[in-house]
T-cell receptor, first 115, second 113 residues
Framework: AQSVSQHNHHVILSEAASLELGCNYS??????LFWYVQYPGQHLQLLLK??????LVKGIKGFEAEFIKSKFSFNLRKPSVQWSDTAEYFC?????????????FGKGTKLSVKP | DSGVTQTPKHLITATGQRVTLRCSPR?????VYWYQQSLDQGLQFLIQ???????AKGNILERFSAQQFPDLHSELNLSSLELGDSALYFC????????????FGEGSRLTVL
């Protein structure tokens, strides 16, 4: 079955440290890729997305992600994290490439940033 | 605020019971999605409705059913509840612009005792 793997369950960083969260998916066809974020006590919201074109996509709040098709990966990065980035991050894949919305989510990575 | 409203926010019930979760999508959004989030399974897609019609089905149990009404709000019905049904149930909606962005509600936390 198709799946999305997020390698880290919980990441703890100090402010100003660099961040990279891994995401791999198992599907050989066309995909749309997403990162969603859930701040404490809030709803899930879109951080960034990749449909086609430049494999390096930029999102809100200084986040970016790189799609590497050969590695089936879509890792999330941020050069310098802030305390306000403390949240849970979910990678998601739309298998059908048609923005149907029935996304497959990874299990999430909890990021804790120490001030 | 995403514009998606879910009620109730919290619900505690007993095994064997039936509950109904309600979702109002963002104004103008025709598609509604239901997801279940549990500690062991993560976020799992259950079902999608588009303008009142079932559009896609995921890992939804036969004990669960959903519908979307003419005013576009949706209800998820969970029956013969088991302990393992305890989870956070999210509703999301999206428009027709094809951006692929889902707008999520804050979820309904169901506890089955």
């Amino acid at each position: 079955a198709q799946s999305v793997s997020q390698h880290n369950h919980h990441v703890i960083l100090s402010e100003a440290a660099s961040l990279e969260l891994g995401c791999n998916y198992s599907y050989g066809g066309t995909v749309n890729l997403f990162w969603y974020v859930q701040y404490p006590g809030q709803h899930l919201q879109l951080l960034l997305k990749y449909f086609s074109g430049d494999p390096l996509v930029k999102g809100i709040k200084g986040f970016e992600a790189e799609f590497i098709k050969s590695k089936f990966s879509f890792n999330l990065r941020k050069p310098s994290v802030q305390w306000s980035d403390t949240a849970e991050y979910f990678c998601a894949v739309d298998l059908y490439g048609g923005s149907q919305g029935n996304l497959i989510f990874g299990k999430g990575t909890k990021l804790s940033v120490k001030p | 605020d995403s514009g998606v409203t879910q009620t109730p926010k919290h619900l505690i019930t007993a095994t064997g019971q039936r509950v109904t979760l309600r979702c109002s999508p963002r104004s103008g959004d025709l598609s509604v999605y239901w997801y279940q989030q549990s500690l062991d399974q993560g976020l799992q897609f259950l079902i999608q409705y588009y303008n009142g019609e079932e559009r896609a089905k995921g890992n939804i149990l036969e004990r669960f059913s959903a519908q979307q009404f003419p005013d576009l709000h949706s209800e998820l019905n969970l029956s013969s509840l088991e302990l393992g049904d305890s989870a956070l149930y999210f509703c999301a909606s999206t428009g027709t612009g094809g951006t692929g962005e889902l707008f999520f509600g804050e979820g309904s936390r169901l506890t089955v005792l």
